[in-house]
């Protein structure tokens, strides 16, 4: 009998220390642990990696319980990703949209099962705004403004037409078309720029170099810039110019976007000429949206993580500070 009631006393304090059973997200760190559905692009860049070592540090046990899924760049993988979070009943979808369209009916699914979803690094195009509850991520418009306006600044001087080559991103993700979008803004506005080649290198190191190089077969000698959506492509196509027996960063001048080691390590050896930051360490500031999410706390729409702008002259003093 005195064993049956320290039994029943037993469970009582058990049941007690696990919450209500309906204690999850509410930010306290008590109660049962946050489960989160992470849907990722993939591994394809120096950036990726770093943001999903962010990610899964900062989405870690006792407080979240995660399932990471890995794209590997394709959207039918994202999708089957995200209908198995909805099977499993995650309390939180969070993605990295692989590309901007095509997410409505998934999205539909997810509402439906009044499960909030949060987007992380990428934007998606959706008619009804009600399908996710915020974006955590960079302003991929005004980074393309950036390598821009970089260009314009040191072009002082220099007489049109100049020749720029643009290595593009993933066909139809965010950051290609809108990196896109406000490099041309800048250069157009201009005047002496004129992009004579533009292709997707699907932000990948190998996929930059192939593309670099048939860039150099076409073009030959007259290629005076380029513009690569990422600091990979770059240091890929660099590769492919010191192939063809051209000096990057000297006889072709060389911007991209992300801020990675690498790129300031090509900066340090006079390679690459400048690069445009595009923050990936946000995991810490996404667990705190997916708390208040979780807890049903009102969050902001739109969440933008603070970058800036680095050139060759400032590289060999940044590189022992870079923590990607
Ligand atoms: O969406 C962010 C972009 O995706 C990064 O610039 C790139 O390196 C990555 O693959």
Redesign the pocket.
Known sequence: MRKFVMMCATLLVLAACSGSGTGNGDGSGEGKPITVGFSQ?GA??E??TANTASVKAALAPPEFRLKFSDAQQKQENQIKALRSFIAQRVDVIAFSPVVESGWETVLREAKAAGIPVVLT??AVKVSDDSLYVTFIGSDFVEEGRNAGRWLVEDSQGKSGPIRVVELQ?SVGSA?AIDRMKGFREIVDADGRFRVVRSQSGD?TRAKGKEVMEAFLKSEGRNIDVLFAH?D?MAIGAIQAIEEAGLKPGQDIRIVS??GVRGAFEAMKAGKLNATIE?NPLFGEQLAQLIRDVAANRPVPRRVEVEEGVFTADQAAAELPNRKY
Do not use: K, L, T, Y
């Open positions: 692009v394809e860049s950036w990726r690094d990428r991103g950051p932000f990422n990979d976007i992300d595009c």
